[in-house]
């Protein structure tokens, strides 16, 4: 099949296309480079099956083309990150509901089935767990701008349903902490790059609040098998969890990291405050119900989250400049 990856030199979005193209698809990725990265396509350079095209998903006139030249999309491209949601709110709203608008209508004009990619973020704080898929959205006020992501994401969920009933076959996946090589620490987000570079470095080990909260963290390669069994065409109209049920506190994930590095990192505690300025709510769990994927998809993530790390480790040991 000829495949379209729209955010396909990011993190998840390069380990797609790399599957994929195993697989034996054509696939062009577009991508605009704001956080993704070509070192991520180096491997499949010259590859025939594989096109890179820099580009935005705003460009109406270049995702109608793409959109044309292809079979199915997997949409990823998105502005994320919890930096980004505190930094520049209005980059993630427009980002994420313009992009997504574009790319979703110029499916719907050629009838092409598309795969979202969403966020288990969308569950907000609701602390009934696990979250189904049909479960309740628990958002906190429109001032504060940590809720902004969600709410976008979950506004491009529904323009995926509306689309929906006018016949575009989509598909959503929610992801759930994902993590592995390629994943980029940034300065507020992506807790296991960051703890990996510190222990790393022998530097301190920086746990936000208590470190008593939880993630189910899952690793790259059970989040693309999730992603690609959407294309079914029988999955249409359909959200999935995609992750793991593995709960390890925050606490728990530094140990782990330190040990796996034998580093001597300290391991210390600052408040939320410090961390992501005033206002910042944290979730204190965020667990999956797979019942779901695993019965309708036949979704069955399998790998351990020491496995997971150890992975994670030696890619950054290889490719990481440490200055
Ligand atoms: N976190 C932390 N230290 C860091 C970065 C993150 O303790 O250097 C915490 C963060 O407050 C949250 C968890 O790790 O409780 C997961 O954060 P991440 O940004 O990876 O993803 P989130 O689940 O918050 O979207």
Not at 241 to 267: C, M, R, V
């Amino acid at each position: 099949m000829k495949i379209l990856v729209t955010g396909g030199a990011g993190f998840i979005g390069s380990h797609l296309v790399d599957r994929l193209l195993k697989m034996g698809h054509e696939v062009t990725s577009v991508d605009n480079l704001s956080t993704g990265n070509m070192d991520f396509h180096k491997e499949i350079h010259g590859n025939p099956n594989f096109r890179f095209i820099q580009g935005t998903v705003f460009e109406k006139e270049l995702i109608k083309k793409l959109v044309d030249e292809c079979d199915v999309i997997f949409h990823l491209a998105a502005v994320l990150g919890v930096k980004n949601t505190v930094e520049n709110p209005l980059h993630v709203i427009q980002g994420n509901i313009e992009g997504t608008q574009v790319v979703l209508e110029q499916a719907y004009i050629q009838k092409k089935k598309v795969v979202f990619s969403s966020t288990s973020e969308i569950y907000g704080k609701n602390l009934e767990l696990p979250y189904r898929e049909d479960s309740s959205r628990v958002l906190g006020p429109t001032t504060t701008d940590r809720w902004c992501y969600a709410t976008a994401k979950a506004l491009d969920e529904h323009l995926c349903f509306a689309y929906a009933r006018k016949g575009l076959p989509v598909s959503i996946v929610r992801y759930f902490n994902i993590y592995g090589p390629r994943a980029i620490a940034t300065q507020y987000g992506g807790v296991i790059p960051r703890f990996i570079v510190s222990a790393l470095k022998n530097e301190p080990i920086t746990v936000y609040g208590t470190g008593e909260q939880t993630r189910c963290f899952t690793y790259k390669d059970d989040a693309v098998d999730g992603t690609i069994l959407c294309m079914d065409m029988k999955h249409n109209n359909q959200v999935f969890n995609i992750g793991t049920e593995h709960q390890i506190s925050i606490t728990q994930l530094a140990e782990l990291i330190k040990d796996l590095t034998n580093s001597q990192s300290p391991i210390i505690y600052i408040p939320y405050e410090e961390a992501y300025g005033l206002g910042y709510e944290d979730s204190p769990m965020r667990v999956p119900d797979l019942t779901k994927a695993r019965q309708v998809l036949g979704y069955s993530p399998s790998i351990k989250i020491e496995d997971g790390l150890k992975k994670t480790i030696n890619w950054y040991r290889k490719n990481y400049k440490f200055t």
